[in-house]
């Protein structure tokens, strides 16, 4: 091949990106690492964005996840506001975009390159954003949406119960806006757990006075004024002077149309390759194996990201993946902090240890489908994590592991039938 | 009670918390190292804090483990 203009090309410059970068040069790998930035901004955490950038009206810095001088010391170069336009594989050369034109803005020749470009929020028709309407994506989205929570006093509509649009209603409600809840599945996280869970954290949001409408869609929406007005699926309406969507995502992999790969979220091994040699993916744009469930599954979580940027890095340099842990997300909503580790399916059996009715909210659900370890929902149960994990995995591995904690004092006693009280 | 936090290297990713919390006990580069010492409270409070629950903490005089 022709010099490549990057040893490591990443399109896509957020959490995965910035892990990859990190590991590269962690694992002494010497290369040309060129990284392009669709926003004009370095790589920066979006958690934040549905929290604390929400809640504190004096943060304006966007939550970079590296101090400006470590791409320079590590020898990581930044494209800034540019994208990836479309992909030649065979020739190994990635055609740019600069993000407000649609035209090319040149090639890169690259030896590996790494599909990192993430996800884009789904937009619902009939619904024109600006003004009334939003979606929380970027840092640029957060600070939109703050200043419409900060200025605008009227009610708040979040149409999708997902994390992003239950984060949501928590802050909004902590800035003491009206807010209405939106789901049009039967419980909110709908896809993630059972409706005995989902149906758990409908409940906190009403207790914190949010009015929550399940299996309801919106069928029309009109504008008067600055004011929304949704009709949902059984004739009610909603006024709202503010509209988050947060109906989910969809992977941005829309460029690689030509290329072969996609549509949807990039299929790979458990290392990050793809079915083109020399091109991986990793994060929201990537569908990783997951050892525990014995398929690929995408995933738009924060720690997928990380753990695949990483086993991309390491599959670059020669090195094979790390050992699987169970997939875990968190989510901060009204103060509680929630955890799923592992998987919860429709068909499962729930072991309650603590009482989530109580006025303090907070339990563990153990998870097991035909006896089996699968999961755990904690909620304000920190402490149970770790073990959570080790349950999940020692299952997973083969063996029935005892839940056994006697040698820990303060620690959850395991699931059973005789013992569904936290240890004192 | 002085104490010593443990990190899970392998269930560790780097958030940062703990460091924002204590720079005097944490420093996050790739993952989470210890580089000092706490009071049982203010460490279990930091444990409970990481999203990823990645730290332990021991008696630092006995070795015994009083969180989780």
Redesign the interface.
Known sequence: MTRPDADVLIAGGGLAAQRCC??LR?QGFGGRIVVLCEEPTAPYDRPPLSKAVLSDERERRTPTLKPAEWYAEHGVELLLGVAARELDPARRLLTLRERRGTGAAGRLRYRELVIATGSRPRRLPGLELGGVAHELRTHADALALRAALRERDGRLAVLGAGLVGMEVAAAARGLGREVTLIEAAATPLARALPPALGYWIARLHREHGVEVRLASSVERVSLRGSTARLELSDGSTVDADTVLVAAGTAPATEWLATSGLGPGAIPTDAAGRTAHPGVYAAGDAARFPDPYLGERVPSQH??AA??QGTAVARAIVGLAP??P?PP?F?SDQHGH?I?LVGHAPPDCEIELDGNPTAGSGQFAAWITRAGRPIGALLVDR??????A?QWIAAAHAGHTAQPTTA?????PAGPGPSDTRRAA | MTCLPIIDESACLAHGDCEALAPDVFRVDDVATVIGIGTAEQLIAIAQACPACAISVVDEATGEQVYP
């Open positions: 990190e590991t962690r924060w720690e990380v753990r790390a050992e842990v875990m968190w902090r955890q920190p402490d149970a994590l770790q073990h994990r040698n820990h004092r303060n620690t």
